[in-house]
């Protein structure tokens, strides 16, 4: 089974609403089609600095070409840094990186970051949030071959359709090939003014994604952000309503890294 959720005990702070209906953290899907990625190209050195724009509200990716990304340093968002300005993941399964924007970034300002490949070269990059779409910025580094190593034959299918699977089907009322399902209707602690229940799980050899039914418990409307229940291995994050009066219920979707559960 995967791990149990740590999220912030009381309601965060949050600096910008998304007002999306369905709103992803660091897979960025849309509930139909994959995001239609736009592209930013820069010649890069080794240690050397890159300032590229990246969307405030979607996902962003990250590429180097010739090498795989590995590791990311800087203002990274995690549940022992919640300062963090920026949430990252890199897929193991393409060398990229997908990039979102934290609660605690601020649009036009700069985010610090650095990103290390699989050659062992680092990059600098600043990247600044725009309210612009899902954006892909490629790293060239003359100095790297342009051939890339193919991925292990075991390694996960295409992370964007995978996530995009995972969540219809935890849409879906029957059961996909390939999934299993458990109902559970089990309480979660979250926050004093919300009752938080997980109702389903769905998993697959590579995600784990769960239902939570979320209940405004309080007696003032309640703003909710996707990037809130971002957690250790989270690839995705969908909420169904984002405002919710007294006593409004909604679903929410997270869908979670399988790793070695």
């Known amino acids: 089974m995967t791990s149990r959720p740590s999220w912030p005990r009381r309601r965060l702070t949050m600096k910008t609403n998304w007002n999306n209906s369905l709103a992803f953290c660091l897979a960025a ?52 840094n ?13 060398g990229e990186l997908y990039v979102i924007p934290s609660a605690m970034a601020t649009p036009g300002k700069p985010i610090n970051i650095f990103v290390k490949t699989e050659k062992g070269t680092v990059y600098t990059l600043l990247l600044t949030p725009f309210d612009i779409p899902s954006d892909t910025v490629v790293l060239k580094d003359r100095s790297l071959p342009l051939d890339t190593p193919p991925a292990a034959a075991d390694a996960a299918p295409d992370r964007i359709r995978e996530i995009k699977a995972m969540e219809l089907a935890l849409r879906a009322r029957t059961v996909p090939a390939g999934y299993t399902a458990v109902n559970l209707g089990r309480p979660v602690q979250l926050w004093q ?14 995600l784990a994604g769960t239902v939570y039914s979320l209940t405004n418990i309080s007696d003032a409307p309640m703003v909710l952000d996707a990037r809130e229940f971002f957690d250790t291995d989270v690839a995705a994050v969908a909420v169904e309503r984002e405002a ?8 929410i979707h997270v869908i979670r890294e399988r790793r070695g559960d």
């Open 29 to 80: 899907l849309a509930m139909v089609q994959a995001p239609a990625w736009a592209l930013q190209q820069y010649e890069v050195k080794p240690d050397g600095a890159v300032s590229a724009r990246i969307a405030v509200r979607e996902t962003s990716r990250i590429k180097v070409e010739g090498a795989r990304i590995l590791e990311v340093f800087g203002s990274i968002y995690s549940p022992d």
């Open 82 to 94: 919640q300062a963090g300005e920026l949430m990252a993941s890199p897929d193991a399964a393409s």
């Open 193 to 206: 003014e919300a009752r938080f229940v997980e109702m389903r799980r769905v998993m697959n050899p590579y």
């Open 244 to 251: 919710l009066e007294p006593g409004d219920t909604t679903r």
